[in-house]
């Protein structure tokens, strides 16, 4: 596997280390809990390693943990993963202030299993909100039946919201959890003494459904099922991604036409996803007419999926060894004469845009994310694009034919509401472009091959619509889930959200809210 030469040697030279290769792509590091900071910094500095995601497993003896750290090297689409074990009751030191990315990682871990991240400054009220949660209850612990609901309303503290605005005048102005339209639950909390925001603070969790939880011994095929339906947007690559670990874990490979197809699937989600973006931010600058034409080329690109496959949503289609449902020639037919029309579409959209001057003044140089806070924070897909950063698992983590047929990676350098925008229009047209480079030269023959149930976990991973996901799946030999993590782009990037909101003027927070495309449904999975 390759590795820097200087991380070979700290391998070598510390005796409390221990690694084996996972595969030829994946590195499993064993460390103590001490050696945690450096290893994590060393990653950082001497590999350039990107965060992925962090889990939790509770062992089957006394409450003791471990703890997987997981990051990726863009350069050599190589893993590592660091472990450690926790005995019941002992805490580990927090990485976040090294690895900001694992903030809410760290936090989210404390709310659901009680484990104690020394030098953390935020722990608690997070996923479990203090006024419904009493502390201890842990429902990721083996001992929390997930099977019932938990009398907790009104049990916990009461919650106030915070203020670090102390100076005249100054008000907190609360926006959601309930509000308008079809949003889905979210506390926004705006400090201003005025017309600026001064500061954000974001609560989320409204409505955390388990689904972790609710995996658990649950059959692979139930599995699927949660996947691919936590978040409705990116069903596809969620439920791809989960079909990819089961794939893994059972030592099998799709044909070659299914993993074609996939690529065809996963890029029109990409296309409608961008589309109903596209939507949301004309929609919150008062544009009627443009939001009108961005719903109708989502409504357009729905139908086409259902014709396609038979659901919207592309829900069921993908299962693990291939797809269910096959792309005839009369299909393929269909997109050769959809998808070159819905393409002038997008650009006559954008072309629009770009000669309205009223629009742009309200999302040119709004909810600025520069590249360092980028980076600092880990965002991930269009948001972290369209700040400079030139990442994307279908490059630098190639999965499925991604490592053949790669496309090209838009990245815009301001940051702001103007470049994200860009970032969709482009991304979307290079999506249609795949796609149709991609069907003349599909090959003939099944979509689905045998996928044997095994005992084993595997973590694979999708760039999902909105950012990289990771999925992390541990099974028995029968088939049942102990342990299913999804690691998702809304849940990055909502991270990252607050910091593009400050300082900016009051009536522009809905815009900015827009213009970064994030779900609910992702974090609160």
Same mark, same amino acid.
């Given at each position: 596997?390759?590795?820097?030469?200087?991380?070979?040697?700290?391998?070598?030279?510390?005796?409390?280390?221990?690694?084996?290769?996972?595969?030829?792509?994946?590195?499993?590091?064993?460390?103590?809990?001490?050696?945690?900071?450096?290893?994590?910094?060393?990653?950082?500095?001497?590999?350039?390693?990107?965060?992925?995601?962090?889990?939790?497993?509770?062992?089957?003896?006394?409450?003791?943990?471990?703890?997987?750290?997981?990051?990726?090297?863009?350069?050599?689409?190589?893993?590592?993963?660091?472990?450690?074990?926790?005995?019941?009751?002992?805490?580990?030191?927090?990485?976040?202030d090294?690895?900001?990315?694992?903030?809410?990682?760290?936090?989210?871990?404390?709310?659901?299993?009680?484990?104690?991240?020394?030098?953390?400054?935020?722990?608690?009220d997070?996923?479990?909100?203090?006024?419904?949660?009493?502390?201890?209850?842990?429902?990721?612990?083996?001992q929390?039946?997930?099977?019932?609901?938990?009398?907790?309303?009104?049990?916990?503290?009461?919650?106030?919201?915070?203020?670090?605005?102390?100076?005249?005048?100054?008000?907190?102005?609360?926006?959601?959890?309930?509000?308008?339209?079809?949003?889905?639950?979210?506390?926004?909390?705006?400090?201003?003494?005025?017309?600026?925001?001064?500061?954000?603070?974001?609560?989320?969790?409204?409505?955390?459904?388990?689904?972790?939880?609710?995996?658990?011994?649950?059959?692979?095929?139930?599995?699927?099922l949660?996947?691919?339906?936590?978040?409705?947007?990116?069903?596809?690559?969620?439920?791809?991604?989960?079909?990819?670990?089961?794939?893994?874990?059972?030592?099998?490979a799709?044909?070659?036409?299914?993993?074609?197809?996939?690529?065809?699937?996963?890029?029109?989600?990409?296309?409608?996803?961008?589309?109903?973006?596209?939507?949301?931010?004309?929609?919150?600058?008062?544009?009627?007419?443009?939001?009108?034409?961005?719903?109708?080329?989502?409504?357009?690109?729905?139908?086409?999926?259902?014709?396609?496959?038979?659901?919207?949503?592309?829900?069921?289609?993908?299962?693990? &060894?291939?797809?269910?449902?096959?792309?005839?020639?009369?299909?393929?037919?269909?997109?050769y004469?959809?998808?070159?029309?819905?393409?002038q579409?997008?650009?006559?959209?954008?072309?629009?845009?770009?000669?309205?001057?009223?629009?742009?003044?309200?999302?040119?140089?709004?909810?600025?994310?520069d590249?360092?806070?980028?980076?600092?924070?880990?965002v991930?897909?269009?948001?972290?694009?369209?700040?400079?950063?030139?990442?994307?698992?279908r490059?630098?983590?190639?999965?499925?034919?991604?490592?053949?047929?790669?496309?090209?990676?838009?990245?815009?350098?301001? &940051?702001?509401?103007?470049?994200?925008?860009?970032?969709?229009?482009?991304?979307?047209?290079?999506?249609?472009?795949?796609?149709?480079?991609?069907?003349?030269?599909?090959?003939?023959?099944?979509?689905?091959?045998?996928?044997?149930?095994?005992?084993g976990?595997?973590?694979?991973?999708?760039?999902?619509?909105? &950012?990289?996901?990771?999925?992390?799946?541990?099974?028995?030999?029968?088939?049942?889930?102990?342990?299913?993590?999804l &690691?998702?782009?809304?849940?990055?990037?909502?991270?990252?959200?607050?910091?593009?909101?400050?300082?900016?003027?009051?009536?522009?927070?809905?815009?900015?809210?827009?213009?970064?495309?994030?779900?609910?449904?992702?974090?609160?999975?």
């Amino acid at each position: 596997m390759s590795i820097s030469i200087a991380l070979q040697s700290l391998l070598h030279s510390n005796s409390a280390l221990t690694w084996h290769e996972h595969s030829e792509q994946w590195l499993q590091i064993s460390c103590p809990a001490e050696q945690l900071s450096m290893l994590t910094q060393a990653l950082l500095e001497k590999e350039e390693a990107e965060f992925a995601t962090l889990l939790v497993e509770e062992l089957p003896d006394q409450g003791n943990l471990t703890v997987h750290y997981l990051f990726y090297l863009p350069a050599t689409g190589k893993l590592i993963e660091l472990q450690v074990a926790v005995k019941a009751g002992e805490e580990l030191p927090a990485i976040s202030d090294t690895v900001h990315a694992a903030d809410w990682h760290e936090r989210e871990a404390w709310d659901l299993y009680g484990l104690r991240f020394s030098g953390h400054p935020f722990l608690g009220d997070f996923v479990l909100h203090d006024d419904d949660w009493p502390e201890g209850m842990d429902p990721m612990r083996r001992q929390f039946d997930g099977s019932k609901r938990p009398d907790v309303h009104g049990t916990g503290t009461e919650w106030k919201p915070p203020q670090l605005l102390q100076e005249e005048g100054a008000i907190v102005f609360p926006v959601g959890p309930v509000w308008g339209d079809f949003n889905e639950s979210g506390l926004w909390l705006l400090e201003t003494p005025g017309e600026q925001i001064r500061y954000l603070h974001t609560r989320l969790f409204y409505k955390y459904r388990g689904v972790e939880k609710i995996a658990e011994g649950r059959t692979v095929d139930q599995g699927l099922l949660l996947a691919e339906r936590f978040a409705g947007a990116a069903a596809f690559a969620h439920g791809w991604a989960y079909c990819q670990a089961l794939e893994q874990i059972g030592g099998c490979a799709p044909p070659p036409r299914a993993e074609q197809l996939r690529i065809v699937f996963a890029e029109l989600e990409r296309v409608r996803h961008h589309a109903a973006n596209i939507a949301e931010i004309t929609g919150s600058t008062a544009l009627s007419v443009a939001k009108a034409l961005a719903q109708g080329i989502v409504e357009d690109l729905l139908r086409l999926s259902a014709r396609l496959c038979g659901h919207r949503y592309f829900f069921g289609v993908v299962i693990p &060894g291939g797809l269910r449902e096959d792309l005839n020639t009369d299909a393929l037919e269909i997109l050769y004469n959809t998808l070159p029309a819905l393409d002038q579409r997008m650009r006559a959209l954008e072309q629009r845009l770009e000669e309205s001057s009223s629009f742009l003044d309200r999302i040119e140089e709004m909810g600025t994310l520069d590249g360092q806070m980028a980076k600092t924070y880990g965002v991930v897909g269009p948001i972290a694009r369209a700040s400079g950063r030139n990442i994307d698992l279908r490059r630098n983590l190639p999965y499925g034919q991604y490592g053949f047929l790669a496309p090209e990676i838009p990245v815009e350098q301001e &940051g702001d509401g103007y470049a994200r925008l860009r970032v969709f229009f482009a991304e979307s047209r290079i999506s249609i472009k795949l796609i149709l480079d991609l069907l003349p030269f599909l090959p003939d023959g099944p979509i689905h091959s045998p996928c044997p149930v095994r005992e084993g976990h595997a973590l694979a991973w999708v760039e999902a619509p909105s &950012g990289a996901t990771f999925h992390w799946l541990r099974c028995t030999a029968d088939g049942l889930i102990t342990r299913l993590r999804l &690691g998702t782009p809304g849940f990055r990037n909502w991270h990252a959200f607050e910091r593009a909101v400050e300082g900016a003027a009051f009536q522009d927070f809905p815009i900015i809210l827009a213009t970064w495309g994030l779900s609910v449904a992702e974090n609160d999975r």
